[in-house]
């Protein structure tokens, strides 16, 4: 069980943060993979470490922002590799401000990533490998923020609330060609991405007290290892068109209906 042997994997935005996990849990289980950013430098190490594991890893330049670069690419790995099986649609970007704040601009940046990015990078490899192939499994990256509102992050909720959704039309619209779609949603995970966050010691501990697990997510302690590879694998065939939350609970809605912590 849970074995990509012979299985080819696409990541987008594998160059750190979840994407570099992601591409190591899939190498470690066999697979061999495709891995992409917009800048294929950044993704010297994660390439390394790949191959030390024994596996075959190309790199493509991809900017998910541009379908002239989701053509291109997926026509690049279509002279590289024979196959993809599975497609992890990672590459994402936020921006955190007050909702009046928020400008045209950084609406455009965050939707045109996280959701337009991730329907085309979808499309364009299910037309050219999986359903000629008969088979694939989409993983789309959603978050704790598809189902749950915070302030401050209404761009990004919006785009990944739509990735929840476009996760059950295409799981509609492909499972007649051996394809699955799903959504995996972490809750809150210390990157790149909101490294800075983190640094405040406070809302670090007001965060972890509002996550029933008391903790935010470990991105390298394994967190997302298990869940990925269950999406991934062979172990979810009757499973499509859902979103699999590993936020520790948080999207339970936990806030204390009692006046105290006891
Ligand atoms: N961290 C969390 O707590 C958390 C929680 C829920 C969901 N997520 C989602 O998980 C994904 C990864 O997040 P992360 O925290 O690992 O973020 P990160 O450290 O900022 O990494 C983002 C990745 O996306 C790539 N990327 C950004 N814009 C791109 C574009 N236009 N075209 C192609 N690639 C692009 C980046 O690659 P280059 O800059 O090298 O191109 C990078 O590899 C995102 O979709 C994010 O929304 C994160």
């Given at each position: 069980m849970f074995s990509l042997q012979n299985q080819t994997a696409f990541i987008s935005g594998a160059s750190r943060g979840l994407g570099e996990q992601?591409?190591?849990?899939?190498?470690?289980?066999?697979?061999?993979?495709?891995?992409?950013?917009?800048?294929?430098?950044?993704?010297?190490?994660?390439?390394?470490?790949?191959?030390?594991?024994?596996?075959?890893?190309e790199t493509i330049a991809l900017d998910v922002r541009s379908h002239e670069s989701i053509v291109a690419a997926v026509a690049e790995a279509k002279k590289r590799v024979e196959k993809i099986d599975i497609l992890v649609n990672n590459a994402g970007c936020n921006v955190r401000k007050p909702a009046l704040d928020v400008t045209w601009d950084d609406w455009n940046l965050v939707l045109d990533t996280n959701l337009r990015g991730t329907f085309f990078l979808a499309q364009e490899?299910?037309?050219?490998?999986?359903?000629?192939?008969?088979?694939?499994?989409?993983?789309?990256?959603?978050?704790?923020?598809?189902?749950?509102?915070?302030?401050?992050?209404?761009?990004?909720?919006?785009?990944?609330?739509?990735?929840?959704?476009?996760?059950?039309?295409?799981?509609?619209?492909w499972g007649k060609h051996g394809i699955t779609v799903n959504c995996l949603a972490p809750g809150w995970f210390?990157?790149?991405?909101?490294?800075?966050?983190?640094?405040?010691?406070?809302?670090?501990?007001y965060l972890s007290d509002r996550i029933p697990l008391k903790r935010p997510g470990n991105v390298t302690g394994g967190d997302l290892d298990g869940p990925l590879l269950f999406l991934a694998t062979e172990e979810s065939r009757y499973m499509t068109g859902q979103i699999m939350l590993i936020d520790g609970g948080i999207s339970t809605g936990s806030t204390r209906a009692t006046p105290n912590k006891k």
């Open positions: 992601f591409a190591l849990t899939l190498a470690k289980a066999g697979a061999d993979l495709i891995l992409t950013s917009r800048d294929v430098y950044a993704l010297t190490k994660i390439k390394k470490q790949v191959e030390d594991l024994g596996r075959r890893c490899i299910a037309r050219h490998f999986m359903i000629p192939a008969g088979y694939g499994r989409i993983i789309n990256i959603g978050s704790v923020t598809s189902v749950s509102g915070y302030a401050g992050l209404g761009p990004y909720g919006a785009s990944r609330g739509g990735t929840k959704q476009l996760t059950m039309s295409l799981a509609d619209d210390k990157t790149a991405q909101n490294a800075v966050m983190y640094e405040d010691a406070e809302w670090v501990e």
